[in-house]
């Protein structure tokens, strides 16, 4: 199975500020046609996963532009350019590139 | 509007059966993958099966493997996901989750499977 490993796996953030997690896969998840089958998910409390990127650099629809995803093959990262207090939750990266699928840890996010 | 909206959770016994559906609404349902995927309490995400539009492909995490069949009714829009021989550690909320080609979108609300005596 790809084993996907998130950093860190928590995070404290100041209003305003930027926040970076990133997201290692134990094999390449580049396809022939380019695309890497990495999603982003964001977990608020109470609530069930949504998601914010696919393929590793598009965002889904509705989610805000400080939201970017970038990086390929067992690289990945997930930024957030201004830190606000509706991004609090756990973040997930998961592979769909093979079955079977695999999640990260999660990432948990808190406002300083 | 999509919804998916999940039911049929409860309480057993380990050992026991039950049987979970996914009510899907405003798309087209058989055109679609779909995923069951679930979440112990407190803990992270974990993938447990995948069901092609025609139900011809439906693999499984190996944790549930031959004890979880998951299924579809295309003329009903339902997904399903009966599991048996139920286990302490299959506790979790389950949640169906939409598939459109790289864009798992749309997720449910979720529905708690709790096993224990």
């Known amino acids: 199975d790809i084993v996907m490993t998130q950093s860190p796996l928590s995070l404290s953030v100041t209003p305003g500020e930027p926040a970076s997690i990133s997201c290692r896969s134990s094999?390449?998840?580049?396809?022939?046609?380019?695309?890497?089958?990495v999603d982003w998910y964001l977990q608020k409390p109470g609530q069930s996963p949504q998601l914010l990127i696919y393929?590793?650099?598009n965002r889904a629809s509705g989610v805000p532009d400080r939201f970017s995803g970038s990086g390929s093959g067992t690289d990945f990262t997930l930024k957030i350019s201004r830190v606000e207090a509706e991004d609090v939750g756990v973040y997930y990266c998961m592979q769909a590139l093979q079955i079977p699928h695999t999640f990260g840890q999660g990432t948990k996010l808190e406002i300083k | 509007e999509v919804q998916l909206v999940e039911s049929g959770g409860g309480l057993v016994q380990p050992g026991g059966s039950l049987r979970l559906s996914c009510a899907a609404s405003g798309f087209t349902f058989s055109s679609y993958w779909m995923h069951w995927v679930r979440q112990a309490p407190g803990k992270g995400l974990v993938w447990v099966s995948r069901i092609s539009p025609d139900a011809t492909s439906t693999p499984y995490a190996d944790s549930v493997k031959g004890r979880f069949t998951i299924s579809r009714d295309n003329a009903q829009n339902i997904l399903y996901l009966h599991l048996n021989s139920l286990r302490p550690e299959d506790t979790a909320v389950y949640y169906c989750v939409r598939d459109g080609i790289h864009l798992r979108e749309y997720w449910g609300q979720g529905t708690l499977v709790t096993v224990s005596s």
């Open positions: 094999q390449s998840l580049l396809e022939s046609n380019g695309h890497n089958d």
């Open positions: 393929l590793a650099s």
